[in-house]
Nanobody, 120 residues
Framework: QVQLVESGGGLVQAGGSLRLSCAASGSIFSINAMGWYRQAPGNERELVAR???????NYADSVKGRFTISRDNAKNTVHLQMNSLKPEDTAVYYC??????????????WGQGTQVTVSS
């Protein structure tokens, strides 16, 4: 029943900016955290940024100072503002949410992914 819908990916030149958005919908009791992961060809999927329901954030060292994660709890939406993009940021970006559909059970949900390509 839960669906995560991503938007905002695309092609951008090095040094440019993109803003990714992810909206969670469906039968949701509560959301513990939402975040973004990415996976480039031949690499492991890695955490990019995460924000908890209490507002705590964490970032990959490679994006600190360039990316900012934010949330709109009322809309179950998370955003990732990506500035000063580098070719190494090229990857498929996946939205992830840890949430409950019933009060007693928490689990992870994933979006389909959106391609971000940074040209040099």
């Amino acid at each position: 029943q839960v669906q995560l819908v991503e938007s905002g990916g695309g092609l951008v030149q090095a040094g440019g900016s993109l803003r990714l958005s992810c909206a969670a919908s469906g039968s949701i009791f509560s959301i513990n955290a939402m975040g973004w992961y990415r996976q480039a060809p031949g690499n492991e999927r890695e955490l990019v940024a995460r924000i908890t329901s209490g507002g705590s954030t964490n970032y990959a060292d490679s994006v600190k100072g360039r990316f900012t994660i934010s949330r709109d709890n009322a809309k179950n939406t998370v955003h990732l503002q990506m500035n000063s993009l580098k070719p190494e940021d090229t990857a498929v970006y996946y939205c992830q949410a840890t949430l409950k559909v019933v009060p007693t059970s928490s689990r992870s949900y994933w979006g389909q992914g959106t391609q971000v390509t940074v040209s040099s």
